[in-house]
């Protein structure tokens, strides 16, 4: 079965130092990973997802992750927070059918101005 | 603004009741999917239609149930409702599969009494 860890339920930075929000993720086969985020009292948004391709990958709003099969895990990293970086962040595995979708129980990021 | 839209935004029924909700896929998106976000389960897949017809199940109950219309249009009716149905439900939709980029609504919030 399909699983993910999310290793921190919050996250405090202050504004301007990097962001790490840790990801690890269970699977017997190579998944397709996604990272989401969610704004207070929003939908959820597509940051980044990692597909079989380049291992390393590049989002949107300066946020990237890499996915380390001998580690399983898929880090979402970014160099600077900002204020507006404040929001929940899930990290989802979807199944070897792609029809399955499993969600991490989520990260909250605090930015501290 | 995703594109999705979601009606109502806010319902509120008692224990015992039937409500549907409604979700309006991006224009050209042919996937939809349902997805409940609670305190105590976090998010969960419930159910993905791909032009009209079920694509994937995940953890929707017995009392839920879903269709897509011919316009694309998608309904999910909660029957014998629960307090602990109380929850948060999105909609998103996407061109394909769970490997496309999905697009949230900004979701129906039930509260049952």
């Known amino acids: 079965a399909q699983s993910v860890t999310q290793l921190d339920s919050h996250v405090s930075v202050s504004e301007g130092t990097p962001v790490l929000l840790r990801c690890n993720y269970s699977?017997?086969?190579?998944?397709?990973l996604f990272w989401y985020v969610q704004h207070p009292n929003k939908g959820l948004q597509l940051l980044l997802k990692y597909t079989s391709a380049a291992t390393l990958v590049k989002g949107i709003n300066g946020f990237e992750a890499e996915f380390k099969k001998s580690e399983t895990s898929f880090h979402l990293t970014k160099p600077s927070a900002h204020m507006s970086d404040a929001a929940e962040y899930f990290c989802?595995?979807?199944?070897?059918?792609?029809?399955?979708?499993?969600f991490g129980t989520g990260t909250s990021l605090t930015v501290i101005p | 603004d995703s594109g999705v839209t979601q009606t109502p935004k806010h319902l509120i029924t008692a224990t015992g009741q039937r409500v549907t909700l409604r979700c309006s896929p991006r224009s050209g998106d042919l996937s939809v999917y349902w997805y409940q976000q609670s305190l105590d389960q976090g998010l969960q897949f419930l159910i993905q239609?791909?032009?009209?017809?079920?694509?994937a199940k995940g953890n929707i109950l017995e009392r839920f149930s879903a269709q897509q219309f011919p316009d694309l249009h998608s309904e999910l009716n909660l029957s014998s409702l629960e307090l602990g149905d109380s929850a948060l439900y999105f909609c998103?939709?996407?061109?394909?599969?769970?490997?496309?980029?999905?697009?949230f609504g900004p979701g129906t919030r039930l509260t049952v009494t």
């Open positions: 998103a939709s996407s061109e394909g599969g769970f490997t496309y980029e999905q697009y």
């Open positions: 239609y791909y032009n009209g017809e079920e694509r």
């Open positions: 989802v595995v979807s199944d070897y059918t792609g029809n399955q979708f499993y």
């Open positions: 699977s017997s086969y190579s998944p397709s």
